[in-house]
């Protein structure tokens, strides 16, 4: 039987993809997002080893838009183009799907009532294509196993609650476990920390909550998912809503997790956080 | 847990809702165009004709031709598309962010702590 063996939130901006082709590892702005990766690298590529990732993340308007808006969405494609978003492709090799375990997923999903839009094309954008490069560096040896996509809404309210999202994984937990093949998952969810790209309070950050964010969803995620859309939006800004996709990780994993790295600066627009965490069996 | 004391939080902030995405259909579906280099040159070469075509209304068309990145999200601008129409027209996210809170970028920068 397929088993999760870990889990992994990270943020994601376009500014981490645009440092990561720069190879600005040596910018002292930058530096702590390169070397506050590389634990968690090796733990994924040299323990975690995952035959397969489910990532949850959310679309920016680069696979869906306004005219039909889906709230959950699975890609269950056999490959995964990465998306133009406007300022051309990046330079890295499409993913490959997984569409016997997507399709498995989808199944169990929908009887525990998860009702999902299933897509055969689903091309990737920053949500997981920022993150993944720092967790992988597929330009040395390609992406380490196929990912089964996983969009979340969080851009046009009303967006699902944090309770869902945990729920979410919860279901997915159950989906795994019931899946017939014998597959180490890592689950992976991607979601800007504190945040605001809207208004006069554009650039709103507050790093002490990220990092209360960060404990609790360790320690204590059921008091994180009580939190409405409008607490998190308050807390972190606006767009910061995006962290109720790390929920859905967390409901996934067990109560009790063993943690292999956490990573945290703010130096910009936005925090960017990064935690690994481990099954303990 | 932290409760930081701002008074430009929600509701005074932009929240992109139903009602926004229903009455920025038009800007959006213009911004969202700019994934395809061949609609950024087309835009480019006729900013005025090309919106006709996506049915923008005249207001709408003056908030794009005067590159008020507010006022287009206060007429249903979605952020995630207005950075793309940003970069057809090659101004990024932190000067519209700076615009956007009435700042200039070297004012907006110096509010940034760089680590």
């Known amino acids: 039987m397929a088993r999760i063996v870990g889990g992994i939130g990270s943020s994601h901006a376009p500014s981490m ?41 959310n679309d920016h308007l680069n696979r869906f838009f306004f005219d ?35 399709w498995h997923i989808t199944r169990s999903l929908i009887a525990d009532e998860f009702d999902l839009t299933v897509c055969q094309e689903m091309e990737i954008d920053h949500g997981i294509l920022s993150p993944l490069p720092f967790l992988t560096e597929p330009e040395k040896r390609g992406w380490p196993c196929p990912i089964v996509p996983f969009a979340i809404n969080v851009i046009q309210h009303p967006v699902p609650t944090a309770r869902r999202c945990w729920k979410l994984g919860a279901a997915l937990r159950k989906a795994i476990q ?70 859905a990780m967390r409901g996934a994993l067990s109560p009790q997790v063993r943690r292999i790295h956490r990573n945290y600066y703010a130096p910009m627009l936005t925090g960017y956080g990064l935690l690994a965490l481990e099954e303990m069996q | 847990m932290t409760e930081p004391q701002d008074p430009l939080a929600p509701p005074n902030s932009n929240v992109f809702d139903g ?42 068309q003056e908030l794009v031709l005067r590159r008020d990145w507010y006022g287009l999200q ?42």
């Open chain 1, 17 to 57: 993809a645009h440092a990561y082709d720069h190879r600005w590892s040596d910018k002292p702005e930058w530096q702590p997002l390169f070397e506050g990766s590389v634990a968690a690298r090796r733990w994924l590529l040299e323990v975690a080893r995952p035959d397969a990732m489910v990532i949850f993340y």
């Open chain 1, 68 to 102: 039909a808006y889906p709230t959950f969405a699975i890609g269950v494609s056999e490959s995964l183009p990465l998306a133009d978003e406007g300022w051309g492709r990046r330079p890295l090799p499409d993913f490959s799907g997984h569409p016997d375990l997507a």
């Open chain 1, 178 to 247: 019931s899946y017939p093949r014998d597959l180490r998952i890592v689950v992976m969810s991607t979601g800007g920390m504190s945040h605001q790209l809207n208004g006069k309070r554009f650039g709103f950050l507050n790093p002490d909550w990220d990092n209360e964010f960060l404990d609790l969803l360790e320690a204590d995620p059921q008091a994180l998912a009580a939190l409405s859309a409008e607490d998190y939006m308050k807390r972190g800004g606006c767009e910061s809503v995006e962290l109720i996709i790390w929920l």
């Open chain 2, 19 to 60: 009602q926004k995405g229903m009455r920025g259909y038009r800007i959006n579906k213009l911004a969202q165009s700019m994934r395809h280099p061949e609609n950024r040159e087309a835009f480019l070469a006729d900013e005025r004709g090309y919106m006709a075509k996506l049915g923008l209304s005249a207001q709408e």
């Open chain 2, 74 to 115: 206060a007429a249903g601008g979605n952020q995630y598309a207005l950075v793309k129409l940003g970069g057809a027209l090659g101004i990024n996210l932190v000067q519209q962010g700076a615009q956007m809170r009435g700042e200039t970028v070297e004012q907006f920068l110096k509010t940034r702590k760089r680590s």
